[in-house]
């Protein structure tokens, strides 16, 4: 069964460093996401992404965090200066279908956990 | 925006009782429902969604039921298994938009 891989599975960073975390969707999906966990709290939305834009975004997403889709395969979620309240798991996510009344299963990768120090 | 609530936060059930959680969620408009279990450490796994064209569905041992006028959908877990311990995320969705999640519920089945 194909699934979404998320790589590192966890880094730790130091405050004010850049960090990368890529992803690798299903490979038919055309919407592809970022959510983040915090420890012990609910899942929540960042971005969705769509024909090589971004689609929607939340408050979270602020100028500090960008996406990227390097080339056919990789989906990047990077964050420039990170600090401590960044520390969670962030998941990937893609979905094949979306329509204006139909929206589509997620399917989420394993996470990456960041923590900072 | 959307906001989901979710309740409750902890449930201990024996094996073999029934479970129930509830969600409410606050746009009309959304019409996409899905229900996730994370295991420890684990992804979110989806293990049943429901549109806004019905009103109940069942798969096994798991049901969901949607009430549009009253917003609010609820899941149903029959004769759990300590295997069914693990946290339970609702979500709601309307079309273009993403998931928008509860807070989720901490399932936790006694043997």
């Known amino acids: 069964e194909p699934e979404v891989t998320q790589t590192p599975s966890h880094q730790v960073t130091q405050m004010g460093q850049e960090v990368i975390l890529r992803c690798v969707p299903i490979s038919n999906h055309l919407y592809f996401y970022w959510y983040r966990q915090i420890l012990g709290q609910k899942v929540e939305f960042l971005v969705s992404f769509y024909n090589n834009e971004i689609s929607e975004k939340s408050e979270i997403f602020d100028d500090q965090f960008s996406v990227e889709r390097p080339d056919g395969s990789n989906f990047t979620l990077k964050i420039r200066s990170t600090k401590l309240e960044d520390s969670a798991m962030y998941f990937c996510?893609?979905?094949?279908?979306?329509?204006?009344?139909?929206?589509?299963?997620?399917?989420f990768g394993e996470g990456s956990r960041l923590t900072v120090l | 925006g959307e906001n989901v609530e979710q309740h409750p936060s902890t449930l201990s059930v024996q094996e073999g009782d029934s479970a129930v959680i509830k969600c409410t969620y606050s746009d009309s408009a959304s019409n996409y429902f899905p229900w996730y279990k994370q295991e420890l450490g684990k992804r979110p796994q989806l293990i049943i969604d429901i549109r806004s064209n019905v009103g109940e569905k069942k798969d096994q041992r798991i049901a969901v039921t949607l009430n549009k006028t009253a917003k609010h959908f609820s899941l149903h877990i029959t004769e759990t298994q300590p295997e069914d311990s693990a946290v339970y995320f609702c979500a709601a969705s309307m079309g273009y938009s993403t998931l928008t999640f509860g807070k989720g519920t901490m399932l936790l089945v006694s043997p």
């Open positions: 996510a893609s979905s094949q279908i979306r329509s204006p009344r139909t929206a589509g299963e997620l399917f």
